[in-house]
């Protein structure tokens, strides 16, 4: 394999690039849906796939394909300096490549179990009792989903500076969704499990304890009422202010941040600068083991490494390719990332985590007179103006969340707005896994962190 790629690279040498990788994803993959207790499909899948990237006169070029010949790298790695050729004379600024130290490992899944070799029954089995456990609890549970899949993605990388990286990466993901029905009201709670592992996942969150507790939700939102609406004091759950920590991420990637004109632009040159309230720290690490984005490697063999997105409010660091760390004179961070290897790496979120500060649960509502406990999350739009869906929430009266159930209300935030009102930081921590889609692009993302009290927030 290896004198089969090297071929491919010096073929695009040869042809006059002055930089070239090559980079092959094969995955392995299981998907599997149980609703209402029964297996509807199981679909196991193995996937190849090439990306061969030359870099001409400053332009690059990219072509894929599906195999591994040496007639089609070789045919792909034309094929890509073909592209760089003919915008050779477009007059695009140049590219230029921040320089990065050569690096030849292998990195396995060491105490990692492989899905590959866990049995589907096996797998099966936990899912359909955590499907039993919620339908068992009670008749008004009229249906439930549960949607499970696991990957072991091979990834390599040759390049002409002297890149030779493999990488295993596993993933192990469920969804679950519950819903109750009691006459012609019916309520809906989703839960979401997801990390860099194998089996060990339904070790970390036990799934039937998941979907004992997301059934009695449902249950229990049967009866609930209306939320209050206005601005209002509020505090949220640890998804939500996942959700908020990837949202800021996500705008201080290089590629947005050097996008003004754009609304997720609002980071352009504001390095240094205050952006955010001093209680906040926010970090992006996809070195952080068992979390949905976790790697050793980026996609240009950039080795992964916590980074500060934010510091008691200011901003500290943007997240880069080799080819934006040029641009702003830094060095890379390890955040280029694709889906597989027919995709051109970009500058991307990873793990978002907003880090604990001093508050227990108790402080934080201690000084709410009039406001409402929200969490869960259904469903959100991303960027500097969100808008979730919750699922559920509590009203908080004199210091006290009520045992009351409140139909989970909307929140609305402008992130570099609101989250100024944020006067209280949690101590604790969980995290939420998502899939965030751009186009046909998507990518395993997670955003964590503590509860958070807003002195005002707006509540649909």
């Known amino acids: 394999m290896e004198e089969k790629l090297i071929s491919a690279l010096e073929r695009a040498k040869e042809l006059g690039a002055s930089y070239a990788d090559i980079r092959i994803t094969k995955s392995f993959r299981t998907r599997m849906t149980v609703i209402n ?4 499909s199981v679909v196991p899948s193995i996937e190849l796939r090439v990306g061969i990237r030359a870099l001409y006169q400053g332009l690059w070029g990219f072509a894929s394909c599906n195999s591994t010949s040496r007639e089609d790298l070789l045919e792909t790695s034309s ?6 050729r003919a915008g050779a004379s477009t007059g695009v600024s140049p590219v230029r490549l921040a320089e990065v130290r050569s690096v030849i490992d292998r990195v396995e899944l060491e105490e990692i179990s ?3 070799k866990i049995p589907l029954e096996e797998k099966q089995e936990i899912i359909l009792e955590s499907d039993r456990t919620a339908r068992e609890l009670d008749p008004r549970i009229m249906r439930t989903q549960f949607d499970y899949e696991d990957s072991v993605v091979e990834r390599y990388l040759l390049s002409t500076d002297g890149q030779q990286i493999y990488e295993v990466n596993p993933f192990t993901s469920l969804r679950l969704t519950i819903t ?4 012609e009201r019916i309520e809906r709670t989703i839960g979401r499990l997801a990390a860099s592992a194998g089996q060990e996942l339904m070790a970390y969150v036990d799934p039937m304890e998941m979907a004992r507790r997301l059934a009695m939700d449902a249950l229990s939102l049967l009866k609930a009422k209306q939320s209050p609406s206005g601005r209002m004091p509020v505090v949220v759950d640890n998804k939500i202010s996942g959700l908020i920590a990837l949202c800021v991420d996500l705008m201080a990637t290089a590629t947005l941040a050097s996008m003004p004109e754009s609304e997720m632009g609002v980071f352009h040159k504001k390095l240094g600068e205050k952006v955010l309230p001093e209680s906040l720290d926010i970090t992006d690490d996809p070195s952080s083991p068992g979390l949905p984005a976790s790697y050793r490697y980026d996609e240009e063999g950039v080795e992964s490494r916590p980074l500060k997105v934010v510091e008691a409010g200011v ?3 943007y997240l880069h390719s080799r080819e934006t760390a040029y641009k702003h004179g830094t060095s890379p961070t390890g955040h280029a990332r694709a889906p597989n290897a027919s995709f051109l790496p970009v500058p991307m979120v990873s793990n978002a985590m907003i880090g604990p500060k001093d508050y227990t649960f108790e402080e934080l509502v201690e000084d709410v007179d009039e406001g409402i406990y929200v969490k869960g999350l259904i469903g959100a739009s991303i960027g500097r103006f969100v808008q979730c869906k919750t699922v559920m929430a509590h009203p908080i009266e004199r210091g006290e969340v009520k045992d009351e159930v409140l139909r989970g209300p909307s929140i609305r935030l402008d992130l570099l707005k609101d989250l100024f009102s944020i006067d209280a930081v949690g101590s604790d921590y969980d995290y939420l896994p998502l899939r965030l889609t751009r186009a046909d692009e998507a990518y395993s993302v997670s955003g964590g962190g ?3 009290r807003f002195s005002q927030l707006e509540v649909i």
Do not use: T, Y
């Not at 094929?79 to 760089?84: L, R, T």
């Not at 109750?180 to 006459?183: C, L, P, T, V």
């Open 180 to 183: 109750a029905r009691e006459g």
């Open 315 to 317: 901003l500290k660091g």
């Open 79 to 84: 094929n890509a300096m073909k592209i760089a």
């Open 114 to 116: 492989d899905s590959r």
């Open 450 to 452: 503590p509860h958070l």
């Open 37 to 40: 207790g029964k297996v509807k």
